[in-house]
């Protein structure tokens, strides 16, 4: 017995490692992306634990905050300050869910810090790119075909790949223009799909047939040539051969298409809670992360909007020059 909590039974770490990541499964809806995150981080702390302190699968009330600093302090050689950060995250979420479930009394990666990360504005297109990509390069090859369909819709959506390859048959209303998608923590959303996106869309299905075989799941939207549905890594890879053939940034994923959209929005004067509505984020400071305005837009902004700059810089009168008696008596009115 462990103070009051439950007695220790063998195997105590990796099967509270396993029903933390049913946990996430089940009632959090995490992607799988992140499973095999969290799955990874605590697998690497189990083998630490191992072959550095001999605890071999421990209960994880043994494990101290000096066991979890000399982890983390051993990751730094080979890790990057935000993958350091993700598994102290990973840490925190783990202990987070023993302590509620009563398993610990103790949560000691509350008390690591976390090193800080340097995070680079993500890479996007700019417009006459963006339509450079989507009609400039168009095919009649079936998978050509799917392939714009995608771009179509990861840019005139502003999905995420991992929501684009999820996309069903059915999540499309061509009728009243919109797309049904299940984001993070399986929350749905339904996103406006502009006039372009449903022709794309169009266009690919009225072939999709062509890549159905016995293998391919109820309603995919996206197939490959198998049948399957297709998966995120090969919408990376087949994005990555649509730009080198087009002449353009090498370095855009998909993720710089949702990217794109957001920023063009912003751009175009649309409000930043909407792109957040739009994009699916809990936090509007998520949001402002996708977002940059160049200066003329900003000045175009304060212009249109600023009681103090509705006139124009021309309009307005040249100052006078102050005589002495006036800079006296400015002098007596300042604080």
Known sequence: MIGHFSVVSAAMLARRIDQFITYLRVERGASDHTIRAYHSDLGQLGDYLCEDHDMSDPDPAEITLRHLRGFIAGRFEDDTSASLARKISTLRSFWNFLVKKRWVDQNPPSLLSTPKVHQPLQNFLGVDEVIHLLEGHRSDDILGIRDMAIWEVGYGAGLRVSELVGLDVGDVDFDEGWVRTLGKGNKERQVPLGKKSCQGLNRYLARRHELVTEHTPAGALFLTVRGRRLSTRSVRRRLKQHLKRADLDTSITPHGLRHSYATHLLGSGADLRGIQELLGHRDLST????????????????????????????????????????????SDTDG
């Open 287 to 330: 949001t402002q992360r996708y977002t940059h305005v160049s200066i003329d837009r900003l000045m175009e902004v304060y212009d249109a909007a600023h009681p103090r700059a509705l006139r124009r810089r021309s309009d307005a009168p040249t100052p006078r020059r102050l005589s002495d008696s006036d800079s006296d008596s400015a």
